[in-house]
């Protein structure tokens, strides 16, 4: 078959998740509007919590939720070292646990969880690139409150929301690389000037004139750039310092 027909589900949904990530002011942002949809959307007529884990360098995190207990249930999650969410990230499997009462993979996990009011869990990989990797986590306070229909939609959701997670978190480290990048020409560029003006002042060389600063610095137990821009003010008493980098 040439053309096949796009499921309107699924466009939809990649639609709305491209719109999060371009709309959304910070990655923080765009994280918890992340995980309201399938909370609003799944399991009609039962209340669903969510939440997003990710791991970086092996460890995991609660990044976003749309209540405060998700974040104490994942977290109970990772001071166990088990529980749906971390199997679902290591086997990159969903994970559904329909009655936490009968449930004996995670004894000491489930009954904490089902004390809490939990009644049934739904964990959802999301891979990601390199050692990363993410899970959409929703817990019910129901049993069985997740029917085949709502496990197919959250993993549907899932694979989308996996491809606009790798885009936010490229975007913010490529953002986060930029601003080191500003902040250190900042810096270097006040560095300069305090030593041009130490280097006129006593007639020594730029390597006479850093070595001075590094000895202030390290005396006074303060940031080279902070020790530098002073330099700088006690020469510019009349006027601001201004680098090409700021606006």
Not at 34 to 39: C, I
Not at 121 to 127: A, G, K, R, T, V
Not at 143 to 168: N, P, V
Not at 196 to 224: F, P, V, W, Y
Request: with cysteine; hydrophobic share 40%.
């Amino acid at each position: 078959m040439g053309d096949r027909q796009k499921n309107p589900v699924r466009v939809g949904i990649a639609e709305q998740l491209q719109d999060m990530v371009l709309e959304s002011a910070d990655v923080a942002n765009m994280l918890d509007e992340l995980v309201k949809h399938p909370a609003a959307t799944l399991a009609p007529g039962h209340a669903v919590l969510c939440g997003l884990t990710l791991v970086r360098k092996k460890l995991p995190a609660t990044v976003a939720t749309c209540a405060p207990q998700v974040k104490a249930m994942d977290e109970l999650q990772y001071n166990f070292g088990d529980g749906p969410c971390l199997t679902a990230l290591r086997e990159e499997v969903t994970v559904y646990v329909p009655d936490l009462d009968r449930e004996r993979r995670w004894p000491r996990y489930c009954a904490v969880a089902r004390s809490e009011g939990i009644g049934s869990i739904l964990s959802i990989p999301l891979p990601l690139d390199n050692d990363a990797g993410a899970a959409i986590n929703l817990y019910a306070g129901d049993r069985e409150a997740f029917t085949d229909d709502d496990i197919a939609s959250a993993e549907t959701y899932g694979a989308q929301a996996s491809k606009s997670l790798r885009l936010a978190v490229r975007t913010a480290q490529l953002l986060s690389a930029q601003q080191n990048l500003e902040a250190l020409m900042r810096s270097r560029t006040i560095i300069d000037l305090a030593s041009g003006t130490i280097m006129e002042r006593h007639h020594c060389s730029q390597d006479t004139a850093l070595q001075t600063l590094r000895e202030e610095s390290n005396n006074r137990n303060r940031k080279l750039r902070d020790v530098a821009a002073e330099y700088v003010a006690k020469t510019n008493t009349h006027a601001s310092i201004h680098t090409h980098f700021d606006h």
